[in-house]
């Protein structure tokens, strides 16, 4: 019995394998198709879409069958969870390639909505994925909610009933993710929606319509308040009594808010709305008023405050709404906030003058102080990717404000993360300022005196930004313990960094009528070659220590932020040298690219392997370097000196990536 | 070893090299290539889903 039992067992174990075998050859074959997708178009890309049409279904097709698979509780143990996180990353590269719009062209069988349908079954799919909640919140959710209520906002004006009842459908299956993950926008933009259809049924509204119309509104009151309410129950209002005032404050907003939008549509006048809109926001006492008044009436308010109030009534009213923002901040909901921030405060609204400049940085400068405190207490995957990106945006909000302004009335900024993020935005905020800097010298002055002189400050002041910026990094490097999330930081750090100079080399035309002067800019392109290697290849040493390659298999996020940044260097690279084409410094970039290789070789010198999922970045990487090697082919073959370093990169990178085995 | 129906990624790229090297219309020629190879990974993938569904049955029966 016992011998039977072994036997059985010992099949078990031997089919067992060769389906995980099957799954992996399958998983290969994906990955191959991936890297070929991404080379796909880009020598030639109408060329590449013309061709492409079927390429894309095939790899779309199979995607989803794997899918099925991993989704199937049986068949997901049968995965290596490499395997799952290669999947999540072609999936997110089918997404992230329809949001541009390059897998729209190709694929012309599918409409908008059967590609929501589509992204929307593998979406459902995904939450029942062997993932981590947080994995999925943070890296999935957004930019499937956010393509799906795209394309249905683009055409929502242009849907007929039966559409719009298909839109529906989706926005049901939707919503049960929606509700379960307390996704605002998609919930939002479902009351728009139901504006959007209520108006349009006005023209013909009949009883039945009207009754139909309300019991929508009930519903989606039902729908709108229900992961509210879960949220508060479970983590904020413990108290019932508080928590039915909740409910009642909301729902009357709610109503009020849709009867608002309605008159806005319907244009009458709007100068007691806003008077009772003030009065109404103040009598709301519920922490969450923030929550409701952001995204469904800061689109409807925003042209009412900005045309309809004088200066000082409109101060008030953005005090009051940051007053919500701030709470928002505390509540975690710092998703909204970006988007308030983003609505309300764009640059075009205030650049008439009607709100002081000074005014906008006091308020600014308030809520610096608010975020402080409220961010200590944000959880760490909101700090790190949502976090980030608010707070980047926020700063360079600040672009005209002088640091040392800033530092004044935000006593002990220095040293601390905040002072990173404003360093960093007052980099960028005097490369924007001085972008075109050259040139304008250059076409507005007498004498080669003032050219120099310009380009001398810019250099000068890069130098001392690049500086700050290089004790900072050091400074955290020696005390933080080396995370991807600071990866990121320096990540985004980096790219902003190299596209700045970029920029600015750009703008540096070379006058060949004056060799002083371009012998001048040579040796200042010369400081700004040693700060971008310094950026490029020091910064990435430093901040990639012996000790993280060692682990180099352990994480392949970690990974794939690695060679990201791998890749924003070579595209720096690259740039420097058409940048520097006209500048003859062929020789300092080759050594850069040397460098960069060398980065590289390092990986396999130091016997770490890569495997196929993690050669995809640098699919990307070898596409690109084939795209300059055809440019140095076709555009600057007179540059026969730089010519030989670059194939020999290509051929280096090319061995790099492809000679280890995959496992 | 490698499966079936494995198309090797090393070779495929290697190729793309020798045809970016060459001085001719590299892009349009790529495209051309690569969506044949991709049309035929269609042909690889089909097979394998068949396959794929074979054993997963037989694993299912199995257990």
Redesign the interface.
């Known amino acids: 019995m016992a011998k039977l039992e072994e036997v059985q067992v010992n ?2 174990r031997i ?2 394998d ?2 995980r ?6 998983i ?2 994906l ?3 991936y ?3 991404r ?6 890309p109408e ?2 879409i013309t ?2 049409e ?2 894309v279904k ?2 779309l ?2 995607l989803k ?1 794997m899918f099925d ?1 991993v989704i199937d509780d ?2 997901v143990v049968l995965f290596d969870i490499r395997d799952r996180v290669a999947l999540r990353s072609y999936f997110h590269f089918a997404v992230e390639s329809l949001e541009q719009n390059s897998l729209e062209q190709y694929d012309k069988k599918m409409n908008d909505l059967e590609r929501v349908r589509f992204f929307q079954n593998i979406a459902e799919d995904y939450f029942t994925f062997n993932y981590t909640f947080l994995e999925f919140i943070d890296f999935f959710m957004p930019t499937m909610f956010g393509l799906s209520v795209n394309i249905l906002e683009k055409n929502i004006e242009n849907m007929d009933e039966i559409e719009r009842m298909h839109v529906t459908e989706i926005l049901i299956k939707q919503n049960k993710i929606a509700e379960q993950l307390y996704i605002q926008r998609f919930l939002d933009w479902k009351i728009l929606f139901y504006l959007h259809n209520r108006q349009h049924r006005k023209t013909s509204m009949n009883l039945k319509l009207r009754e139909d119309s309300l019991k929508e509104l009930e519903e989606l009151q039902k729908d709108y308040m229900g992961p509210q309410i879960k949220y508060v129950n479970s983590t904020y209002i413990k108290d019932s009594k508080e928590s039915i005032e909740f409910q009642r404050n909301n729902l009357e907003f709610l109503e009020y808010t849709m009867d608002l939008h309605e008159k806005m549509l319907a244009k009458q006048p709007l100068d007691k709305e806003i008077a009772k809109f003030t009065k109404f926001a103040n009598s709301l006492q519920s922490a969450y008023r923030g929550v409701f008044s952001i995204t469904i009436l800061l689109p409807t308010l925003k042209p009412l405050l900005l045309q309809n109030m004088d200066n000082e009534t409109k101060v008030k009213v953005i005090e009051k709404l940051l007053e919500s923002y701030t709470e928002m901040i505390k509540e975690n909901l710092l998703h909204k906030a970006k988007e308030y921030i983003r609505i309300f405060f764009s640059r075009e609204d205030f650049s008439d003058g009607d709100v002081e400049d000074k005014v906008r940085l006091q308020l600014f400068l308030k809520e610096i102080q608010e975020i402080r405190i409220a961010y200590s207490a944000v959880p760490p995957f909101i700090k790190s990717y949502v976090g980030l990106a608010l707070f980047l945006e926020f700063f360079e909000k600040l672009l005209l404000v002088d640091l040392n302004y800033i530092e004044r009335l935000v006593p002990n900024l220095k040293n601390s993360f905040f002072s990173y993020l404003i360093y960093n935005a007052h980099a960028i905020s005097i490369l924007s300022s001085i972008e075109g800097h050259p040139k304008k010298i250059q076409r507005n002055s007498s004498n080669t005196k003032d050219m120099y002189s310009g380009i001398s400050d810019t250099v000068k002041q890069l130098e001392q930004i690049y500086d700050q910026i290089r004790g900072f990094v050091l400074t955290v490097s020696a005390s933080v313990e080396l995370s991807l999330h600071w990866n990121i930081v320096e990540y985004e750090f980096v790219n902003r960094g190299t596209n700045d100079l970029i920029t600015l080399l750009n703008t540096w035309e070379m006058n060949d009528t004056n060799l002083k002067i371009q012998k001048s800019v040579l040796s200042k392109l010369d400081t700004i070659i040693e700060i971008t290697e310094y950026i490029l290849c020091d910064t990435f040493l430093k901040t990639f220590p012996a000790k993280y390659l060692s682990s180099f298999h352990s994480d392949m996020t970690e990974n794939l932020t690695f060679f990201k940044l791998v890749s924003v260097a070579y595209h720096a690279v690259r740039e420097l040298i058409l940048g520097y084409n006209k500048a003859r410094q062929g020789v300092a970039v080759v050594d850069l690219i040397d460098r960069i290789s060398s980065i590289i070789q390092s990986l396999n010198v130091e016997g770490k392997e890569m495997s ?1 999922p993690q ?1 995809a970045p640098l699919g990307k990487l ?1 596409t690109e370097i ?1 795209e300059y ?2 440019h140095i ?1 076709y555009s600057i073959s007179e540059l026969d000196v730089m010519e030989q370093p670059i ?1 020999q990169l ?2 280096k990178l ?1 061995d790099s ?2 000679s280890p085995i995959p496992h | 070893m490698r ?5 090797d ?2 070779e ?3 190729e ?2 020798s045809l ?2 060459k ?1 001719t ?8 290539r ?2 044949a ?3 035929n ?2 042909e ?2 089909k097979a ?2 068949i ?2 569904r074979r ?2 049955q ?3 029966n ?2």
């Open positions: 099949s078990l089919l067992r060769r389906v075998k099957q799954l992996r050859s399958r290969m074959n990955h191959s198709m890297i070929l997708l080379f796909l178009g880009r020598g030639s060329q590449g061709n492409g079927g390429s095939i790899f097709d199979e069958d698979l049986h068949t196929k050669l070898i084939s090697s055809n082919q194939r290509v051929s090319l990536v492809l | 499966p079936p129906y494995f198309i990624l090393y495929i790229l290697q793309m090299e970016i090297m001085d219309d590299v892009g349009e020629v790529i495209n051309e690569i969506s190879i991709i049309i990974f269609g690889v993938v394998e889903r396959l794929t054993l997963l037989e694993y299912t199995f257990i």
